[in-house]
Structure formats: structure tokens, C-alpha cells
């Protein structure tokens, strides 16, 4: 069954954003994780850390096929960066 309540790109990245600031950052940026992929089910809650971040996508996706997910690189503004800027927070 597909869910009936709409989200818009930007809600999905708002909530994402909201569980990791205010959830699990300090649980994951770790010297051990900086740089790899986390994928967020941002309706649960749960997250899966790994370094492109496909196999959380298809491990979330696999748990709960209508999850609304959104990826983000640990320690990292952006995911890839174009001319020079390596979207590195420090």
C-alpha cells in the first residue's frame, strides 16, 4: 500500500535533516564514518552508514518499500563537490 500523505522533496531533506541534528549526529560522526554515506528513513527514523550508500538505500528499501529516504555524506556539507569545493565541514 502506498502511502497517501505527500512529501516534497524539501520536507523529506527538512526531517532528515532534523533526525540527524537532533538525534544521531554525535552517535555517527566518528573518525571511522567521516566521508561515508548515511541513509535515512526519515518517517522511522532508522539509518544505514556505508560508503556510497546504495546498500543502505536498497537495505531500507528492501525493510519498507515505500520509505521516504535521503542520503547525506558524514562530516560533509554536500555529498560530491564540483570545482575544487570538497564540501568538507573543516
Known sequence: MVSA???S???VAAKAN???SNGIQQQVETSDNI???????????EYFIDKTGVEGM???KSKRPTARLFT?????IAAV???GFD????
Not at 35 to 45: P, S
Not at 72 to 76: E, P
Not at 87 to 90: A, D, N
Open 5 to 7: 500523505i505527500f512529501w
Open 9 to 11: 522533496v524539501t520536507d
Open 18 to 20: 532534523e533526525i540527524y
Open 35 to 45: 566521508g561515508k554515506m548515511l541513509t535515512i528513513d526519515v518517517e522511522t527514523g
Open 58 to 60: 536498497m537495505f531500507l
Open 72 to 76: 547525506l555524506k558524514i562530516g560533509y
Open 81 to 83: 563537490g564540483f570545482g
Open 87 to 90: 564540501g568538507k565541514l573543516s
